[in-house]
């Protein structure tokens, strides 16, 4: 998806692929920014994890408490910071400023895939992990109506819900299964990556025939069982793949500082995920 784009625009860049231990996070992002990278992408478990390791964070990365871009910037002597792609030679200071684009992306891909309107929404969301967490600030923020948590550690989804409360006192926050009707049902898990994985809800305490709509994460396989079952039940379904290319397209265009080409990225990823 990424050199896909970097080949559309045109710019000589390479978008690659590492491995890292967590423990070693602080001197990857240290090396990165010694060896001039134009910006990475950082992905579970290290979103949370770079928060405190970054030299600046957006609004975005503090809002969602998660950092899965960044975007590293130079300057010479007092001038202002800009991104590295402005400096012909390596510029004497270096700054890594983390973003998060994950928490627009979400919202982003349901409303265009699934017609789902967040504002006064009832939702039914599975996992409070980091992405249901962000998955959650940002759907509270929207404004939606009811917010229902389900997490297998109980604890978790709690502190989520307390922090709902605390920062968006309208929304109603609820751990557990709604007894009625939601419009979403948000899988923010794992479960459904491997064929044998049990759903992510617990069928003796919620219906899909309750739902309108549901939306998972997981982008391969391209049906996951939830969804299976969703469209059995008569639900609108989409997977995670819009998601990707969303999140994917807005670093791109921090790193760029023009907009991403979608159509080519959407085509490298369907092109490359369901081979």
Known sequence: MQNAGLAALGLNWRYLAFDVRPEELRVALAGAKVMNFIGLNLTVPHKVLAVPLVDV???????????????????EGDEGWRP????DAPPRQIRSHGFNTDAEAI?????????VQFAGARILLLGAGGAGRTAALKIASLRSAELYL?????SKAESVAAEIRERF??????????????????????????AEDALPFDERQFSLGQAAAAYDMIYRPAETPLLQKAKAA???????????????????????????????????LEKNVYV
């Not at 929304?171 to 923010?188: F, I, K, Q």
């Not at 807005?250 to 085509?267: I, K, N, S, T, Y």
């Open 57 to 75: 964070l957006d609004e975005s990365a503090r809002t969602w408490g998660a950092v899965n871009t960044i975007r590293f910037e130079g300057r």
């Open 234 to 268: 008569g639900c609108r379904t989409a997977n995670g793949l819009g998601m990707l290319l969303h999140q994917g397209a807005r670093a791109l265009e921090l790193w760029a500082g023009g907009p991403a080409p979608l159509d080519v990225m959407r085509e490298a």
């Open 150 to 154: 389900v997490n297998r550690t109980p």
């Open 84 to 87: 590295l792609r402005e400096f």
């Open 107 to 115: 919202t982003q891909a349901v409303r265009e895939e699934l017609g």
């Open 169 to 194: 006192s309208t929304v109603r926050v609820a751990l557990g299964y709604p007894t009625s009707e939601v419009d979403l049902v948000l899988n923010a898990t794992s479960l459904g990556l491997r």
